[in-house]
């Protein structure tokens, strides 16, 4: 029996700043802590979206740490 391809998420890159994502059936979302890039210029962070049919992982990398921190309805960001 041959187990076809499932789309997990379509992404859309619209320019260098923002991203468009259709993801279905989404269970979970997690965000890792900034980490610094090592070229002391930029700092990374993982975003994991987990739905049934898989995971979608995107590395997102700014210059300050800051701007990657996921802030909660209650942060006032």
Excluded: C, Y
Aim: aromatic residues 4%; without cysteine.
């Amino acid at each position: 029996m041959a187990i076809g391809n499932r789309a997990v998420a379509a992404i859309t890159f619209n320019d260098n700043r923002s991203v468009s994502m259709d993801v279905e059936n989404v269970a979970h979302i997690e965000a890792g802590e900034p980490i610094d890039a090592g070229d002391g210029e930029h700092w990374f962070v993982e975003l994991l979206i987990r739905t049934r049919s898989g995971t979608v992982a995107l590395q997102l990398l700014a210059d300050e740490p800051d701007k990657l921190r996921v802030h909660g309805q209650d942060d006032g960001a």
